[in-house]
Structure formats: structure tokens, C-alpha cells
T-cell receptor, first 113, second 115 residues
Framework: GNSVTQMEGPVTLSEEAFLTINCTYT??????LFWYVQYPGEGLQLLLKATKADDKGSNKGFEATYRKETTSFHLEKGSVQVSDSAVYFC????????????FGAGTILRVKS | DAGVTQSPTHLIKTRGQQVTLRCSPK?????VSWYQQALGQGPQFIFQYYEEEERQRGNFPDRFSGHQFPNYSSELNVNALLLGDSALYLC??????????????FGDGTRLSIL
């Protein structure tokens, strides 16, 4: 079945550092890919998405590129802020299975001032 | 524009009891999905409702059941609660007409604790 693997955390960075969170996926079809963010005590918020190979999703300084050849969707940000501290989830959905989301385990990001 | 709303926010139950969680989808959305998020893990798909019927189901036992009402709101019922049912239960809504690449919108969840 479809699955998502994320790098383990926590990831601890200083403010203004460069961020990469790795995400790879396994899917038999052509899934859509998403990054969601979860702040403490809250639900999930969509951060960005990409629906086909070579698409780049971007939002709030974060970006990720759908790489079919490496089955990856790594999240990057050039300069993190303390307010970016949260849990980040990579996810996929496959139209053949409706739009249910398959999530990775999540990566905790801690940004120090 | 109200987003996805869930109630209650927190709930404490004991083993063997039954619980009902509620969800109102975002305006304009007709599909509701439920997810279970155990502590420190990613959400796991429970089931999805559209037109008052269960369309898809994840790998959860029959103790987990649901319902969707004509106004698209939904309930998640869990019977014979186990300690392992302690989790954050998330509701997500979407529009079936934009299936596949349409991101789901999530509520803030119900934190269920089983004693």
C-alpha cells in the first residue's frame, strides 16, 4: 500500500538557519503530495501541496518540489523563525482511493532565538 | 467563513464506555473524514462519509462507527473503549467534486483520554 517516510526529529535550529525536512513516499499510482503543520494544541493546517511531478508547492517561505524520480517531497525554508516551531507532516493522497490522506510520522521542529 | 468545528475539545472516559464525537464541516464541503492521531504519531485514517454513507474505511475495528447527517455534519462513535483508544481525533472536510488534489481542511480535534 501507499506509505510516507519522514526524517526523525526533533530538528533543532537557531533562528535564521536553513531548514530541510526529508520526505519520501511509496505509491503505485501518481499521488498528490502535501505538507501539513500542527502547532501545539491545534489541528492540522495545510502548508503547501503539489499535484504532479516537478510541481513546486510554496507558502510562507516554505517550499517543496515533487520529485517522481526519487519519490521525494522534501520541505525547505531558507531562514526559519521561532514561530515556525511546530510538528510537520508529509502526506499523500491517491485519487484511486478517494482523497484519504496517508501521513508520515511527523517531524518536530524547534527553533531557538 | 467558519472552518471545521469539532466538539467536545476534551473528553475523559473509562474502559468499556461508549463515546460520540461531533464534527461540522467547512461551509461548502460535503465530505467528512475522521482520523485518529496517537501521541507522537501521524494521523491514521478511520473512515470517510459522503451523502450519508461510509465510502471508505481504514484499518479500524467495528467498534468505530460513524454517521453523516443531511446537513453534512458527522459523528464518530466508539464502543467498548480501550486504553489504546486514547488519542486526538481529527475531523477533516473536503468537496467531492475536487477529489484527489483537493486538500482536506482539519478541525482542532477532540482529545479523548481513557482511564
Amino acid at each position: 500500500g501507499n506509505s510516507v517516510t519522514q526524517m526523525e526529529g526533533p530538528v533543532t535550529l537557531s533562528e535564521e538557519a536553513f531548514l530541510t525536512i526529508n520526505c519520501t513516499y511509496t505509491a503505485t499510482g501518481y499521488p498528490s503530495l502535501f505538507w501539513y503543520v500542527q502547532y501545539p494544541g491545534e489541528g492540522l493546517q495545510l502548508l503547501l501541496k503539489a499535484t504532479k511531478a516537478d510541481d513546486k508547492g510554496s507558502n510562507k517561505g516554505f517550499e517543496a518540489t515533487y520529485r517522481k524520480e526519487t519519490t521525494s517531497f522534501h520541505l525547505e525554508k531558507g531562514s526559519v523563525q521561532v514561530s515556525d516551531s511546530a510538528v510537520y507532516f508529509c502526506a499523500l493522497s491517491d485519487i484511486r482511493y478517494g482523497n484519504k490522506l496517508v501521513f508520515g510520522a511527523g517531524t518536530i521542529l524547534r527553533v531557538k532565538s | 467563513d467558519a472552518g471545521v468545528t469539532q466538539s467536545p475539545t476534551h473528553l475523559i472516559k473509562t474502559r468499556g464506555q461508549q463515546v460520540t464525537l461531533r464534527c461540522s464541516p467547512k461551509s461548502g464541503h460535503d465530505t467528512v473524514s475522521w482520523y485518529q492521531q496517537a501521541l507522537g504519531q501521524g494521523p491514521q485514517f478511520i473512515f470517510q462519509y459522503y451523502e450519508e454513507e461510509e465510502r471508505q474505511r481504514g484499518n479500524f475495528p467495528d467498534r468505530f462507527s460513524g454517521h453523516q447527517f443531511p446537513n453534512y455534519s458527522s459523528e464518530l462513535n466508539v464502543n467498548a473503549l480501550l486504553l489504546g483508544d486514547s488519542a486526538l481525533y481529527l475531523c477533516a472536510s473536503s468537496s467531492l467534486t475536487e477529489i484527489g488534489n483537493q486538500p482536506q481542511h482539519f478541525g482542532d480535534g477532540t482529545r479523548l483520554s481513557i482511564l
